[in-house]
Every structure is written in C-alpha cells, then in structure tokens.
C-alpha cells in the first residue's frame, strides 16, 4: 500500500480530516465516508475500530492488511462463530495472559487448559473458572494493595484501564455482538475484571517504577510486553475471522465468504 494510506484514530466528518480502518473500507468499497460499511460484518467492524483506536499510529498500520478482506462478510452468517472465536479468546488467551503476570498461576493455567469455547455448553462449563479466577484476582488485589496512598490506587487504576485497551476491548466488543446472551455477559465481566485486578497487582510490583514517573505512563512502560503480545495475538484472532479466500479489489456487492480459519 502507498505510504499515504495511513489509518487515523477516531471517526472523521470527511476524508480530508483523515480515515480510520472502517472509514478506508467504505473507501475501497465504493461506499459513502463512514466507520459502518454496509458491507462489513457488524462483529469485525466492532472489532477493527476498537483495535484502530487502541493502537498506537505505527502498530495501527498492520491493520491495513486486513481490509479489503472485511469486505462482503456482513450478512454471510459467520458472525456467531467470529462471536464464539472473541469469546474463547477472552477466556482462554486474555485473561489467562494477566493472570500469569499477576503471579496468579494455577487459575491461569486453569483456563487456558479448557477445550476450546464454541457454544454455549462449553462457556457454561468455563464460566465457573472464569469467576473463581475473578474472585482471586480481587483477592490479590486487595491483598498487594492493603491502605495505599492515593498514588498507589491511582497506579492500580491505571493498570486496570491498560489492561482492558486495545486487544481487550476490542474482542470484548466481538463477543458481545456475536455471544448476547446472559452467560455471555457474566463471562465478558469476569474476564475483564480478572485480567484487570491481575494488572493491577502487576503494577503494585513495579510500584517503585510507577512512582518515578506519570502514573499512567508508567503503568502502560510496566505492562508494555503483555500489551504487545496481547495485540499480536488479537490482530491474528482478526485473521482468522476473516474469509480464508483472499479477495480481489471488490466492487460495493462483493463476494461472501465461504469459511473461517478455526485453528
């Protein structure tokens, strides 16, 4: 691609103030400047402009790649698997990747030893590991934080809201369009709860770190390499949503995808 396709953050009046992933997909389609293309399937637009906006201007650009393959999966009757695919991320990747920084190994390793989530079956039969790992993980937290000074809590609060950007709110957002139902909710608010109580303890480590600097930018230099690994892992769950066929330059009526990647 040209050096001056380049995805901005955020939504725009027009393209002259720049495009976004989704904003560049009604571009390549044919479609009127917008962030929700007709032509993309609700579940990776929520999931592309949530990994847009969470990316840093650099790491934003690999979203690039994925775009055109976007196009022609709304309405291809893929989306509760792609729900399915966020949820078992969420469960089986995300959460299990902060436990583990957070010293909390045996519900990490819990979780990430589950047959994979493709049902509702299978989430139900997670949902109890997934909130006895929330309860833990609140356990740790008040246990590494005890009375903090103000400046502790702040830095926990910090390490909280690093935990969930990016690549956690973006398969969040999957799975909530794709998985609506109760046990979906519950499961959603364990993971994300978990995965931020076990940053926060995270940071309580670095504690020392976080005092010599901004509390939320040392927060997000302690996590950094989770944070990184965590992207990684979720711009590869975006390729497996998409259509395994590459597809050619589209005209508006694309093609429909005929599968996923499941592995």
């Known amino acids: 691609m040209s050096s001056d396709y380049v995805l901005a953050h955020g939504t725009h009046a027009s393209p002259q103030d720049g495009r976004c992933a989704m904003e560049w997909v009604s571009y390549l389609a044919g479609e009127p400047h917008t962030d929700e293309p007709v032509c993309v399937s609700p579940v990776l637009r929520a999931m592309c402009i949530a990994l847009n906006d969470g990316l840093d201007l650099a790491p934003r650009q690999r979203l690039r790649s994925y775009l055109t393959r976007t196009i022609g999966t709304a309405h291809d009757g893929l989306d509760?698997?792609?729900?399915?695919?966020?949820?078992?991320?969420?469960?089986?990747?995300?959460?299990?990747?902060?436990?583990?920084?957070?010293?909390?190994?045996?519900?990490?390793?819990?979780?990430?030893?589950?047959?994979?989530?493709?049902?509702?079956?299978?989430?139900?039969?997670?949902?109890?590991?997934?909130?006895?790992?929330?309860?833990?993980?609140?356990?740790?937290?008040?246990?590494?934080?005890?009375?903090?000074?103000?400046?502790?809590?702040?830095?926990?609060?910090?390490?909280?809201?690093?935990?969930?950007?990016?690549?956690?709110?973006?398969?969040?957002?999957?799975?909530?369009?794709?998985?609506?139902?109760?046990?979906?909710?519950?499961?959603?608010?364990a993971a994300r709860a978990a995965a931020g109580d076990a940053a926060a303890v995270a940071i309580r480590e670095s504690r020392d770190d976080v005092a010599r600097a901004g509390v939320r930018e040392a927060a997000r230099a302690v996590l950094a390499p989770a944070l990184e690994t965590l992207s990684d892992s979720a711009l590869s769950l975006l390729d497996r949503m998409l259509p395994t066929e590459l597809l050619a330059m589209p005209e508006p009526a694309a093609p429909r995808p005929r599968s996923l990647a499941l592995a």
């Open 80 to 189: 509760e698997q792609r729900g399915w695919m966020a949820m078992d991320w969420l469960t089986r990747v995300y959460t299990p990747a902060w436990l583990h920084l957070g010293g909390l190994r045996e519900p990490a390793d819990a979780l990430i030893t589950l047959p994979a989530i493709t049902d509702g079956r299978g989430l139900r039969h997670a949902l109890p590991l997934l909130e006895a790992a929330r309860r833990e993980a609140r356990g740790a937290r008040a246990r590494a934080f005890g009375i903090a000074l103000p400046t502790g809590w702040a830095a926990a609060v910090a390490g909280r809201e690093a935990a969930w950007s990016c690549a956690g709110a973006a398969a969040w957002a999957a799975a909530r369009l794709g998985v609506g139902d109760i046990a979906g909710d519950r499961a959603r608010a």
